[in-house]
């Protein structure tokens, strides 16, 4: 199905868009408790409980985010997503979809080389660690787009992404 098909995202598109978004910015803020836990357990000293708690939870959202991401990958390759609007002009979409390709590498790329970073070695820790500030910069820019969409343009593609089947 190509996007000119798609009248609009999804219920399961959209909760898994913001569902994601919530987890990933989990990561962001409490991720450093792994980074303190790991060291802990290297040097042998005590790990607080809120970062072990911590710790544990990162590991675990970081796997959910990575199914979430594959089951959301799977339905954008069955059920397609609708055409961009046109408002912005080629670059602004070229730039679009370039930042929804960053985000998906990324989104993958991250949790896969945090595991295996804690199952194979401990080198990919630093490759997992400059996910960080490419999710922090790539999600200012979405955000930016989206404002600039909502309240420059006024073309509705913020809605498209709050509201199931919006055109």
Same mark, same amino acid.
């Given at each position: 199905?190509?996007?000119?098909?798609?009248r609009g995202?999804?219920?399961?598109?959209?909760?898994?868009?913001?569902?994601?978004?919530?987890?990933?910015?989990?990561?962001l803020?409490?991720g450093?408790?792994?980074?303190?836990?790991?060291?802990g357990?290297?040097?042998?000293?005590?790990?607080?409980?809120?970062?072990?708690?911590?710790a544990?939870a990162?590991y675990?959202?970081?796997?959910?985010?990575?199914?979430?991401v594959?089951?959301?990958?799977?339905? !954008?390759?069955?059920?397609?997503t609708? !055409?961009?609007?046109?408002?912005?002009? !080629?670059?602004?979409?070229?730039?679009?979809?370039?930042?929804?390709?960053?985000?998906?590498v990324?989104?993958?790329a991250?949790p896969v080389t945090?595991?295996l970073?804690?199952?194979?070695?401990?080198?990919?820790?630093?490759?997992?660690?400059?996910?960080?500030?490419?999710?922090?910069?790539?999600?200012?820019?979405?955000?930016?787009a989206?404002?600039?969409?909502?309240?420059?343009?006024?073309?509705?593609?913020?809605?498209r992404?709050?509201?199931?089947?919006?055109?």
């Open positions: 199905m190509t996007g000119s098909d798609v995202y999804s219920p399961l598109q959209v909760g898994l868009h913001w569902v994601i978004a919530l987890l990933v910015l989990f990561q803020v409490f450093e408790s792994m980074s303190h836990a790991q060291r357990a290297l040097r042998g000293t005590p790990v607080s409980a809120s970062d072990a708690a911590l544990t990162h675990w959202v970081g796997i959910a985010i990575l199914i979430l594959l089951l959301r990958l799977a339905l !954008r390759l069955t059920r397609s609708p !055409r961009p609007l046109e408002t912005a002009g !080629r670059l602004a979409a070229r730039l679009a979809s370039a930042a929804h390709v960053a985000f998906y990324l989104l993958v991250v945090g595991l970073a804690i199952y194979v070695s401990r080198s990919f820790g630093g490759i997992h660690e400059l996910g960080k500030p490419a999710f922090i910069v790539l999600i200012a820019l979405h955000a930016a989206a404002l600039y969409h909502q309240f420059w343009l006024r073309d509705g593609t913020l809605r992404m709050v509201v199931p089947g919006a055109p």
